[in-house]
């Protein structure tokens, strides 16, 4: 019998790992999907801490790290993202065995995640002494020979020079305007996979049996009042003429309207389903928002405005 049970165990560690080093490897070498594979890492890691408890579910992240160190070559920045994404996966296993709540939940998660990347890019700037600066500063130096090599390449004609040098000049442009808010994009990243993956896993896990959290209705979930007073100080930071101030506050801004999205979400989701509204509708309107920029603003207004305004009349019903 416990040979048996060893057995399964092991099964569902490959299989576990074989799932985890598939999501790798498809932007890896489908890079169309490079930006949406990383948003399903933590999803198999946390449903087998799950299933298979703390030890026996601690080999799948460990396992998987080796397979994407061994496919990619080495250690690299992009190991480290995913393993910094496995390790969210197994933090949200562990934090789901207790009674927390979801924003308690998920910030043990967030700050967890941050605190261990940030060591770890200290540590490979330290070794490599390539910190994040000067990785950015050699990409931006790439594009300049590439644009030099176009010139003098004869055999390219003369319009599609043209069109490729626009399109590296451009692109090389955004990477400097975004290089100062870097670490606020890195960071709301990553509280974005985490929620997502938050609510992606409910339906999986009661559907197979697991024991999850049971947070309540997400979609009557509302922004704790206290974080207007971060959107405040961040907004006064902007103001203030010291420059690392003021990015200090984009980043800050950055990160705040990353929750007050989740808040607009869950005030659309919730009148989605009041309205009951199709799957095949909502599915469409949800991917809407996902493509259109300003849409996702009016979303995070929504998340902000209803501190005030109460959209679901939440107050009157408490």
Same mark, same amino acid.
């Given at each position: 019998?416990?040979?048996?049970?060893?057995?399964?165990?092991?099964?569902?560690?490959?299989?576990?790992?074989?799932?985890?080093?598939?999501?790798?490897?498809?932007?890896?070498?489908?890079?169309?999907?490079?930006?949406?594979?990383? %948003?399903?890492?933590?999803?198999?890691?946390?449903?087998?801490?799950?299933?298979?408890?703390?030890?026996?579910?601690?080999?799948?992240?460990?396992?998987?790290?080796?397979?994407?160190?061994?496919?990619?070559?080495?250690?690299?920045?992009?190991?480290?993202?995913?393993?910094?994404?496995?390790?969210?996966?197994?933090?949200?296993?562990?934090?789901?065995?207790?009674?927390?709540?979801?924003?308690?939940?998920?910030?043990?998660?967030?700050?967890? $995640?941050?605190?261990?990347?940030?060591?770890? *890019?200290?540590?490979?700037?330290?070794?490599?002494?390539?910190?994040?600066?000067?990785?950015?500063?050699?990409?931006?130096?790439?594009?300049?020979?590439?644009?030099?090599? %176009?010139?003098?390449?004869?055999?390219?004609?003369?319009?599609?020079?043209?069109?490729?040098?626009?399109?590296?000049?451009?692109?090389?442009?955004?990477?400097?305007?975004?290089?100062?808010?870097?670490?606020?994009?890195?960071?709301?990243?990553?509280?974005?996979?985490?929620?997502?993956?938050?609510?992606?896993?409910?339906?999986?896990?009661?559907?197979?049996?697991?024991?999850?959290?049971?947070?309540?209705?997400?979609?009557?979930?509302?922004?704790?009042?206290?974080?207007?007073?971060? !959107?405040?100080?961040?907004?006064?930071?902007?103001? !203030?003429?010291?420059?690392?101030?003021?990015?200090?506050? *984009?980043?800050?801004?950055?990160? *705040?309207?990353? $929750?007050?999205?989740?808040?607009?979400?869950?005030?659309?989701?919730?009148?989605?389903?009041?309205?009951?509204?199709?799957?095949? *509708?909502?599915?469409?309107?949800?991917?809407?928002?996902?493509?259109?920029?300003?849409?996702?603003?009016?979303?995070?207004?929504?998340?902000?405005?209803?501190?005030?305004?109460?959209?679901?009349?939440?107050?009157?019903?408490?």
């Amino acid at each position: 019998m416990s040979q048996m049970i060893q057995g399964e165990i092991r099964k569902n560690i490959a299989v576990g790992v074989t799932i985890t080093s598939l999501i790798f490897a498809v932007p890896v070498y489908i890079p169309l999907f490079s930006v949406l594979c990383p %948003l399903f890492i933590p999803l198999p890691i946390l449903f087998y801490r799950l299933k298979l408890g703390r030890k026996s579910g601690a080999f799948v992240p460990v396992l998987s790290a080796a397979v994407m160190i061994t496919l990619a070559g080495g250690l690299s920045p992009g190991i480290a993202i995913f393993a910094e994404l496995m390790l969210a996966g197994f933090l949200l296993g562990e934090l789901s065995e207790t009674k927390l709540s979801v924003e308690k939940t998920v910030m043990y998660v967030w700050i967890a $995640v941050l605190l261990t990347g940030g060591l770890g *890019l200290t540590v490979y700037g330290q070794i490599s002494g390539n910190g994040i600066h000067t990785f950015l500063s050699d990409i931006t130096k790439i594009f300049d020979d590439i644009l030099t090599g %176009l010139k003098e390449d004869r055999e390219i004609s003369a319009e599609k020079i043209l069109v490729m040098s626009e399109f590296l000049r451009q692109t090389r442009e955004i990477l400097l305007i975004i290089k100062p808010v870097l670490p606020g994009m890195a960071a709301s990243s990553i509280l974005f996979v985490i929620w997502a993956n938050l609510l992606m896993a409910r339906p999986i896990m009661r559907n197979r049996g697991l024991t999850y959290p049971d947070f309540g209705p997400l979609n009557l979930w509302k922004v704790p009042e206290f974080m207007v007073w971060g !959107v405040i100080g961040c907004g006064f930071m902007l103001m !203030v003429p010291d420059r690392f101030l003021k990015i200090s506050g *984009l980043n800050g801004l950055i990160i *705040l309207m990353t $929750v007050y999205f989740f808040g607009g979400i869950a005030v659309i989701s919730f009148y989605f389903e009041k309205k009951r509204f199709p799957p095949a *509708l909502r599915i469409f309107l949800y991917s809407l928002i996902a493509l259109q920029v300003v849409l996702q603003f009016l979303v995070i207004a929504l998340g902000f405005f209803d501190l005030w305004l109460d959209f679901r009349k939440i107050k009157s019903e408490t």
